[in-house]
């Protein structure tokens, strides 16, 4: 798999990553986007939540320029994240579509 996760507490997203990488091939990036910021929450202090001030994602795929997520660009998803959480379900992420869209 491509995901790596560098710095303070890196260990921690690496780990996230290493153990669902078999179900990412066939995800639709909007889901991707949901794991990474996944992982990196697994790198937050106690107490500590993602949210827009401390979140910014960047990636490239196949057939397309690398692409920064942040602000108002990353909050749908991190939605998806609390949503999910509310409801006890997985997290699914079609409803974000249009924030990857420029």
Do not use: C
Not at 47 to 63: K, M, W
Not at 69 to 80: A, S
Request: overall charge negative.
């Amino acid at each position: 798999y491509h995901a790596f996760a560098i710095g303070s507490r890196s260990q921690a997203a690496r780990t996230y990553l290493e153990r669902r990488f078999e179900s990412f091939e066939d995800l639709p990036l909007d889901e991707l986007v949901v794991h990474a910021l996944l992982s990196l929450r697994e790198t937050l202090a106690a107490g500590t939540e993602l949210s827009t001030g401390n979140v910014a994602l960047g990636f490239v795929s196949a057939g397309s320029m690398f692409t920064l997520l942040e602000d108002d660009k990353v909050q749908p998803f991190l939605d998806m994240i609390g949503a999910a959480e509310v409801s006890g379900g997985a997290v699914a992420a079609p409803a974000a579509a249009g924030a990857m869209e420029e």
